[in-house]
Nanobody, 127 residues
């Protein structure tokens, strides 16, 4: 059974960095696209990054582009999200998700492109 589990969240001061991990089990990482989403209290879920099967195609939302970096480590079956220059508005629950068979890169930041979701890891950025 496919499953993803996130880790690496925590509390950090503005300007700091954090590296999130998304471990895939039940399948090979190069067989699935992976997306990262976040949701803050009172706000809609926001797709922030995605990565294709082999990692050749990557996308970011405008809110994180230039600060966050997504990558795949195939040996560890893990997707990472390196987050730099974190700001208070980045505070949210961060989740990774596995792309569906109908996944298309063009709309990879939309929730309906994903099936299995992790439970999330909390990121809190303080001033």
């Amino acid at each position: 059974q496919l499953k993803v589990v996130e880790s690496g969240g925590g509390s950090v001061q503005a300007g700091g960095s954090l590296k999130l991990a998304c471990v895939l089990s039940g399948g090979k990482l190069d067989s699935y696209p992976i997306g990262w989403f976040r949701q803050a209290p009172g706000k809609e879920s926001e797709g922030i990054s995605c990565i294709s099967l082999t990692g050749a195609n990557i996308d970011y939302s405008e809110s994180v582009r230039g600060r966050f970096t997504i990558s795949k480590d195939f040996a560890k079956n893990t997707v990472y999200l390196q987050m730099n220059n974190l700001q208070p508005e980045d505070t949210a629950l961060y989740r990774c998700a596995i792309g569906t068979p109908w996944f298309t890169t063009r709309v990879c930041l939309l929730r309906n492109q994903y099936g299995d979701w992790g439970q999330g890891t909390q990121v809190t950025v303080i001033s």
